[in-house]
T-cell receptor, first 118, second 117 residues
Framework: AQKVTQAQTEISVVEKEDVTLDCVYETRDTTYYLFWYKQPPSGELVFLIRRNSFDEQNEISGRYSWNFQKSTSSFNFTITASQVVDSAVYFCALSEVYSGAGSYQLTFGKGTKLSVIP | EAQVTQNPRYLITVTGKKLTVTCSQNMNHEYMSWYRQDPGLGLRQIYYSMNVEVTDKGDVPEGYKVSRKEKRNFPLILESPSPNQTSLYFC????????????????FGDGTRLSIL
C-alpha cells in the first residue's frame, strides 16, 4: 500500500530564512506521481507542483524548489527567503496508477504546519 | 471560471439527521473524490468516482454514501450522522477526458465544515 510520511509536524522560522519540508513516500509501483499542496489559514487547498516518477529533475519556481530523489524515496520542498505569506500547512501527496482497473488513489501525508515569524 | 463548488460551507446538525453535502465542478472532469481532514491525520479519502455511475470506496467510507448520476455532480450523503463524522470535508475533481489518470492535479473545493452534536 502507498504511504506518505511528513515527519515534521510543525516548523517555525523567522522571515527570510530558508526552510525545507521533508516528504518520504512508499509505493509498490514504478509509475507514480507526487504532488505538493498548500493550505493557507483560509482553508482552501492550493496545488503547487506535480512530478512523475520518471522525471528526477529538480524544479524551481521563484522562491520554491523541489528535490526529488528516487534513491531515497523523497520529494522535499524548499522555500527560500521565507515570507509571512508562506505560513500554511503543506501537504505532500502520492498517486499510483492501478493497471487494469484504470483508477487511482491520491494519498496525502499528514501535513507540515509552517509558521513564518516576522 | 473553473471551479469546484461545495455547499454548504458550514453546517451544525444533530446526530441521526440525514444530510447531503453537494459538490459540483464545471471542468468536465471525469474523476471526483471526497476527503475528510482531521487534526493530525491529514486528508483521507472517503469515496471516489472515475465517471458517471462508477464509484468506489476510499480509505474511510464507513457511514457515507455517494452517487454520480451526472458528470458534474458528486454529492456526499450522511444517512445517520454521528459525532465522529465532525470534520472538514473537501470535494475534488481531476482528469479531463483523454488524459492519463494519476498525473493530473486535483482541483479542490473550498471545504465544508461539519459539526455533528
Amino acid at each position: 500500500a502507498q504511504k506518505v510520511t511528513q515527519a515534521q509536524t510543525e516548523i517555525s522560522v523567522v522571515e527570510k530564512e530558508d526552510v525545507t519540508l521533508d516528504c518520504v513516500y512508499e509505493t509498490r509501483d514504478t509509475t507514480y506521481y507526487l504532488f505538493w499542496y498548500k493550505q493557507p489559514p483560509s482553508g482552501e487547498l492550493v496545488f503547487l507542483i506535480r512530478r512523475n516518477s520518471f522525471d528526477e529533475q529538480n524544479e524551481i519556481s521563484g522562491r520554491y524548489s523541489w528535490n526529488f530523489q528516487k534513491s531515497t524515496s523523497s520529494f522535499n520542498f524548499t522555500i527560500t527567503a521565507s515570507q509571512v505569506v508562506d505560513s500554511a500547512v503543506y501537504f505532500c501527496a502520492l498517486s499510483e496508477v492501478y493497471s487494469g482497473a484504470g483508477s487511482y488513489q491520491l494519498t496525502f501525508g499528514k501535513g507540515t504546519k509552517l509558521s513564518v515569524i516576522p | 471560471e473553473a471551479q469546484v463548488t461545495q455547499n454548504p460551507r458550514y453546517l451544525i446538525t444533530v446526530t441521526g439527521k440525514k444530510l447531503t453535502v453537494t459538490c459540483s465542478q464545471n471542468m468536465n472532469h471525469e474523476y471526483m473524490s471526497w476527503y475528510r481532514q482531521d487534526p493530525g491525520l491529514g486528508l483521507r479519502q472517503i469515496y471516489y468516482s472515475m465517471n458517471v455511475e462508477v464509484t468506489d470506496k476510499g480509505d474511510v467510507p464507513e457511514g457515507y454514501k455517494v452517487s454520480r448520476k451526472e458528470k458534474r455532480n458528486f454529492p456526499l450523503i450522511l444517512e445517520s450522522p454521528s459525532p465522529n463524522q465532525t470534520s472538514l470535508y473537501f470535494c475534488a475533481s481531476s482528469l479531463s477526458p483523454g488524459q492519463s489518470p494519476g498525473n493530473q492535479p486535483q482541483h479542490f473545493g473550498d471545504g465544508t465544515r461539519l459539526s455533528i452534536l
